[in-house]
């Protein structure tokens, strides 16, 4: 059969050839209906919408630089939760609040040139939690659930463990090397994420002393708030060369810092908009008496405290010294919520735009990690709404990190650590609200279950369920409701509002991560490596190569 396609090719184009040259008018006619045809088609926007993105991607890639070392500087975005159905969801969801009908719309790391598939399984488990996923992107070995910048042989909670199992993340070695480093999230600095950047820990929990067992701290462990204020002392150490430390770390957290004591100025910080009785008093949760945000501007005479969006976006970048900024209690808030109540905390975008303006002077380049950690508490709140808008914002950092820096000598990523049991379903027409119940292409009317009901395109396999709390922005006032699993008529129901909570097939006190891969975007120098489906250990390696991180650091220790 394949001899005979070959020969009955071979003589259409032998015969092709010979007619041409003959100008027969049957190949004449032929040749001038396919024109037309292709003409006509070129004419139809789908198709030059195509053409568009392939000369996008040639433009795209005269910024690849294929050598290793060529890049500057790295950021990395991650999208804490924010797997693929979140990533769609979010594009659609931002193009119709743009006014269009969403699903062509586009993200702004959509555009990046490069894209692959990142696998998410701890060693240890086959969904994985954020520790474990974070230290393998950072370190480049991935290990198991639960702990922080250690290899897979410790035992989870047993700081004798740790010894030898410490692993080096790329951010140590960034800083070894000379860059300017630093790390933002919105979630506590000290959370399992951003820890992984600067710390080593066999529990995660360990975010500040009052949650470590007395025979950990004994034996020598230390708790994470304190290993971040103290950054610069232990690389120092671990590495014989002097460094100055993380030049910025911007997030929440501000209680895993400060003694019991102390008490945190509550007066912006309302938990809802559905909140009538007074604010009480936040204070500190560290057991050991130790106020680490003073000891951390005794050490840095130079560094700069900042606790309010006003207060950061008034700093100058031409000003030297570290910067460290605690905008909360605990994780900062939604963007959603953070519009809809008046507070002092900076978006994640703004963070993202003044930490470039502060790390970009460095000759030797920078290295800055950027986590949106609130779409991850989206999900587990079974709240499409609150984790979808913290999405849209994530693309709109990604997009000023892009305008801030010159893409022939930075490389960015934007990758999740895990994503979660949401998904996209029912045969919705073109153009139907993300958040809102299928209406069908053929129809006006919602689509109905079986049972005579209506349904949303998103759904969680799992979590705490249906709640509907009008008015409300933030999806963990719903922990304070029942668990609401199963079906429920949604007729008369808002969806598409801050307070809705979408339905639930198996009812849990919080949804679930899912084992499904992740996706990676990438751009500028090293990108073309992130290709593929890839163990998520191999981003480490991808950002060694791009910049010679190992190779930098190995000869400022020698």
């Known amino acids: 059969m394949g001899k005979l396609i070959y020969w009955l090719v071979s003589g259409f184009l032998v015969s092709g050839c010979a007619q041409i040259e003959r100008n027969t008018p049957v190949v004449s006619v032929a040749g001038n209906e396919l024109d037309d045809r292709l003409r006509s088609i070129r004419g139809n926007p789908w198709y030059r919408q195509a053409e ?3 000369v996008a991607s040639t433009q795209a890639m005269e910024n690849i630089v294929l050598s290793a070392g060529a890049a500057k500087n790295i950021i990395v975005f991650v999208g804490d939760g924010m797997g693929v159905s979140t990533v769609t969801a979010a594009r659609i969801l931002e193009g119709q609040n743009l006014g269009f009908s969403g699903e062509e719309h586009s993200l702004s790391f959509d555009r990046f040139p490069f894209s692959g598939l990142v696998k998410t399984y701890n060693v240890d488990a086959q969904t994985p939690d954020s520790a474990g996923t974070m230290t393998a992107i950072m370190s480049g070995v991935k290990t198991n659930f639960g702990v922080v910048g250690v290899d897979q042989h410790v035992q989870r909670g047993n700081c004798a463990s740790q010894s030898g199992s410490e692993l080096v993340s790329a951010l140590m070695l960034a800083e070894v090397a000379g860059m300017s480093t630093g790390v933002i999230s919105t979630a506590r600095i000290t959370h399992a994420t951003p820890a992984a950047t600067y710390a080593v820990s066999v529990e995660r929990n360990w975010e500040d002393i009052s949650n470590m067992p007395v025979a950990a701290v004994d ?17 120092e150490r671990l590495s014989g060369v002097e460094v100055d430390g993380l030049e910025l770390a911007l997030g929440g957290g501000r209680r895993h810092f400060l003694p019991t004591t102390v008490v945190n100025d509550p007066s912006v910080e309302s938990d809802s908009t559905l909140e009538t009785a007074p604010i009480e008093p936040r204070v500190g949760l560290r057991s050991d008496g130790r106020d680490l945000i003073d000891e951390w501007q005794i050490k840095y005479k130079k560094g700069r405290y900042v606790d309010t969006a006003a207060s950061l976006s008034a700093l100058n970048p031409m000003d030297k010294g570290p910067v460290l900024g605690l905008f909360s209690d605990s994780h900062m808030r939604y963007a959603a919520d953070r519009l809809a109540v008046i507070n002092t905390e900076p978006s994640l975008s703004d963070m993202t735009a003044k930490g470039i303006d502060l790390l970009i002077g460095n000759p030797e380049g920078f290295f800055l990690v950027v ?23 994530l693309s709109t950092a990604v997009g000023l990190a892009v305008a801030k820096t010159n893409p022939r000598e930075t490389l960015i990523l934007v990758t999740a650590d895990h994503g979660h049991v949401m998904t996209i379903a ?13 209406v069908p292409p053929d129809s006006d009317q919602p689509a109905q279950d079986v049972e005579g009901r209506p349904y949303t395109t998103l759904g969680y396999q799992n979590g705490r369920g249906f709640q509907h709390l009008p008015g409300a922005t933030n ?13 429920h008529d949604l007729s008369e129901v808002d969806t598409g509002s801050g ?17 499904a891969d992740v996706a990676v975007y990438a751009s500028g120098p090293g990108a073309h490596l992130a290709t593929g489906t890839l163990e998520q250990s191999v981003l480490f390696h991808i950002m060694n190569h791009a910049a010679n991180l190992s190779v930098r650091a190995a000869a400022a220790i020698e």
């Open 499 to 515: 307070g809705f909570h979408q339905e639930v097939l198996v009812p849990l006190a919080a949804e679930t991560h899912s084992g």
């Open 52 to 54: 568009g993105a392939i």
């Open 371 to 393: 986590e949106a950690g609130r779409i991850d508490h989206g999900h587990h709140a079974t709240s499409a709404y609150n984790a979808l808008t913290d999405a849209v914002e």
């Open 426 to 438: 029912g045969y919705p027409r073109r153009g139907n609200p993300i958040l809102g119940v299928v």
């Open 219 to 235: 034996a020598g462990c230390e708790d994470i708030a304190l290993q971040l204020v103290q950054f610069e002392d232990r690389l």
């Open 475 to 487: 999806a963990d006032l719903a922990y304070a409701q029942p668990i609401n699993a199963g079906r």
